[in-house]
C-alpha cells in the first residue's frame, strides 16, 4: 500500500517536476515573447511618433495647399474678370481685331472683324493668306516686317469698293515673358474723319475762294470811288465809273444772295412763292437772259423747247435760279468755242418735266460725282485758270430741285468727255391760265412826299438812304437807337418810320414798333422793317410787333422806293 503510493507519490513528483519544467520553459517563452511585445510596443511608439509627425506634416501641406487654392481662386476670378473687361472693352469699342501666331495663322479675332474681313468661327487655325483681301493695299508685307522687327507698324487702306477707309495698327504680341507670339492687328474706322478732313479742306478751299471772290469788285468799287474824286475826271470818265461801279455791287449783292439762299437750305429755311407756271417759259426767260453771259465766254447755247406748255405749281424766280446755276456752272467749265445745250421736254411715264442741261466741256471725274452737290464742293479740274465761283451753286441746285419735290443728277464720262445735268420736276395734272404777275412798284413822277424817319446804327447806311429819299423829294430825319426813335416821333411826327431791327439800346426795331401801336400820341405812321435779318420768322415777328411791311437790307432800292411811293399821303 505504502509502495504504492510512494510509487504515485514518485509519479506525482516526476510529473510536478515535468510541470515545473514545462511552467519554466512556458515563462521562458513568456518573457521571450514579452520581450518582443516591448519591443513591437518600443516600435510601434516610433512608429505612432512618426504617423504624428507625418499628419502633422499633411497637416501643414493641407494647410499649404489651401492657400495655393485660395490663390488660384483669386487668379481665376482676375483671370475671369480680366477676360470679361477684355470682352466688354472688344464691345464696346467695336474695333475688328486679329490675333496671329507666329506664321501669321489665326489664333482668334473679335466680333467686329467678322464686318471687315468676313470671318466665321471656324475660319480660327487658317493662315491669313486664306483669306479673300477687301483692300486696295497689300498688308502681308507689313506683317512680316512686325514679326521681323518686332515694331509697331500703321497705314491707311481703303475697301476695294470705296465705302470705308481704316488706319491699321500691326504690333508683335508679347508674352509676359517678352517672347514673341505673333501678331495683334487692329483696324479703326476713319471714314468718318476723313469726311470731316475733307469738308473742313473744302470750307477752306471755300473761304479762299469767298475772299478772292469779294476782293476783286470790291477793288474795282474802290477804283471807281477814286476816278469820281478825282478832279481831272470828266463827265463821260465819271458815268463809266459808275456804271462799273454799279456792276460790281450788282456782284456783291448776288454773292452775298447765295450765301444766304444757302444758309437757308441748309438750314431748311427755304421759303417759296409758289403759283401756276408755265415752265416753257420759265425756262426760256431764264437762258434768254444768260445768252449774254454765254457770248462772252465764247460757249454757244442750244436751246431745245417743247412748243406746248408744262405746268407747274413753283417759285419760278427759283426755277429760273436753277436754270442759271446749270448755265454758269457749265460755262465755267466748258473753253472757249465750246457747246452747251438746254432742253426740256416732258416724261409722261412719270409726269414729270426733265430739264438737262449739257455741255462739252471738261468733264466730271467719276470719284467727284457722288459729292458734287454738296456745299463748298468744286472739282479739281487741273486747269491751272481759275474758274471762279464759290462751289454752291450746285448745291443751291439740289436744294431748290428738292424744295419743289424734284430730284438732279448728274453724268459724265470722265475728264475732257463734258457733263450732263439732270432735273426732274413734278407737273400739274391740269392746264391752268397764267395770272400775270403784279409789276414790281416804282417811284412815279408826282408821288406824294413824306415826312419820313429813319432809324439806323449804321451812320453809312442810314445817311446813304437820306441822300436817296431826300433825291425823291422825302423830308428826313436820322435817329440812331429806339429811344431817341420815340423821342424823334413826338417832335418830327413822320408818315414813314424806316426802323432796323438790331438797335443798340433797351429798344430793338420792334419794340419801338409796339410802343408806336400801343400810345396814340405817336400818331398812326407807316412803319417799315428795314434789317438784314430777313428770314421767314424775322418778318412775322416784324408783323406781330406792328410793322406794315418788311424789306430786306440788300435788296435793290427800287423796291423801297416803291413801297414808299404806294403809302397814301397824310397831309
Known amino acids: 500500500m505504502i509502495q504504492q503510493l510512494e510509487s504515485e507519490l514518485r509519479t506525482t513528483k516526476d510529473h510536478l517536476q515535468a510541470s515545473v519544467e514545462e511552467v519554466e520553459t512556458s515563462n521562458e517563452e513568456l518573457k521571450s515573447a514579452n520581450e518582443e511585445l516591448l519591443a513591437t510596443n518600443e516600435e510601434l511608439q516610433s512608429s505612432n511618433e512618426e504617423l504624428q509627425t507625418s499628419k502633422e ?43 496671329l501666331d507666329g506664321a501669321l495663322v489665326i489664333k482668334r479675332f473679335t466680333a467686329a472683324a467678322t464686318q471687315v474681313f468676313r470671318l466665321i468661327d471656324s475660319d480660327a487655325g487658317r493662315p491669313i493668306t486664306d483669306i479673300a483681301p477687301r483692300f486696295t493695299e497689300d498688308l502681308l508685307p507689313d506683317m512680316k516686317e512686325v514679326l521681323r522687327t518686332a515694331t509697331l507698324r500703321e497705314r491707311q487702306v481703303h475697301v476695294a469698293d470705296g ?44 473761304l479762299a475762294t469767298l475772299s478772292h471772290e469779294l476782293r476783286g469788285p470790291l477793288a474795282s468799287v474802290q477804283i471807281c470811288f477814286e476816278v469820281l474824286q478825282s478832279q481831272g475826271t470828266d463827265v463821260k470818265r465819271g458815268k463809266d465809273a459808275l456804271a462799273v461801279a454799279a456792276r460790281q455791287l450788282e456782284h456783291l449783292s ?10 437757308r437750305i441748309v438750314t431748311g429755311v427755304i421759303s417759296l412763292q409758289r403759283s401756276d407756271q408755265d415752265l416753257v417759259d420759265v425756262v426760256r426767260t431764264s437762258a434768254d437772259d444768260q445768252r449774254a453771259m454765254l457770248g462772252g465766254a465764247g460757249v454757244r447755247l442750244d436751246l431745245s423747247l417743247p412748243s406746248t406748255p408744262l405746268w407747274m405749281h413753283c417759285d ?7 436754270v442759271v446755276n446749270l448755265l454758269g456752272n457749265a460755262v465755267k467749265f466748258t473753253d472757249r468755242g465750246g457747246l452747251v445745250t438746254l ?47 464759290l462751289g454752291l451753286g450746285l448745291a443751291l441746285v439740289r ?42 412798284p416804282t417811284p412815279e413822277p408826282g408821288a406824294p412826299h413824306h415826312r419820313i424817319l429813319i432809324v439806323e446804327d449804321s451812320w453809312d447806311f442810314a445817311e446813304s438812304l437820306r441822300s436817296i429819299l431826300e433825291v425823291a423829294g422825302h423830308e428826313i430825319q436820322v435817329v440812331a437807337d429806339g429811344e431817341g426813335a420815340l423821342a424823334k416821333a413826338t417832335s418830327f411826327r413822320p408818315d414813314i418810320v424806316l426802323c432796323d431791327i438790331g438797335l443798340p439800346g433797351k429798344l430793338d426795331g420792334n419794340a ?21 435779318y430777313g428770314q421767314p420768322s424775322d418778318k412775322a415777328r416784324a408783323l406781330a410787333a406792328g410793322f406794315n411791311n418788311h424789306v430786306t437790307k440788300g435788296e435793290h432800292p427800287r423796291v423801297l422806293l416803291g413801297l414808299i411811293a404806294d403809302v397814301p399821303s397824310q397831309r
Open 254 to 263: 448776288a454773292l452775298v444772295n447765295e450765301l444766304l439762299d444757302a444758309s
Open 316 to 322: 419760278p424766280r427759283r426755277v429760273g435760279q436753277i
Open 512 to 532: 419801338v414798333a409796339t410802343a408806336i401801336r400801343r400810345d396814340a400820341t405817336y400818331g398812326a405812321p407807316y412803319l417799315i422793317a428795314l434789317s438784314g
Open 163 to 206: 465705302s470705308a477707309t481704316y488706319l491699321v495698327r500691326m504690333l508683335p504680341y508679347q508674352r509676359m515673358d517678352n517672347t514673341l507670339d505673333g501678331l495683334a492687328v487692329t483696324f479703326l474706322d476713319i471714314t468718318h474723319v476723313r469726311g470731316l478732313q475733307d469738308e473742313a479742306r473744302h470750307k477752306d478751299q471755300f
Open 399 to 440: 436744294g431748290l430741285v428738292t424744295a419743289h419735290g424734284g430730284t438732279v443728277e448728274a453724268r459724265s464720262d470722265g475728264r475732257g468727255r463734258g457733263a450732263e445735268f439732270t432735273v426732274r420736276l413734278p407737273l400739274l395734272d391740269r392746264s391752268p391760265e397764267k395770272a400775270a404777275p403784279p409789276p414790281v
Open 343 to 389: 432742253s426740256l421736254r416732258r416724261d409722261d411715264t412719270t409726269h414729270t418735266a426733265v430739264l438737262s442741261v449739257l455741255d462739252n466741256g471738261l468733264g466730271i471725274e467719276p470719284e467727284m460725282l457722288p459729292r458734287l452737290f454738296e456745299p463748298f464742293s468744286q472739282a479739281d479740274t487741273g486747269d491751272p485758270r481759275t474758274r471762279g465761283g
Open 57 to 99: 506634416e499633411l497637416q501643414s501641406i493641407n494647410e499649404e495647399l489651401e492657400t495655393i487654392n485660395a490663390e488660384l481662386i483669386d487668379k481665376v476670378r482676375e483671370l475671369d474678370q480680366a477676360n470679361s473687361d477684355l470682352l466688354n472693352l472688344f464691345q464696346a469699342t467695336r474695333i475688328p481685331t486679329l490675333f
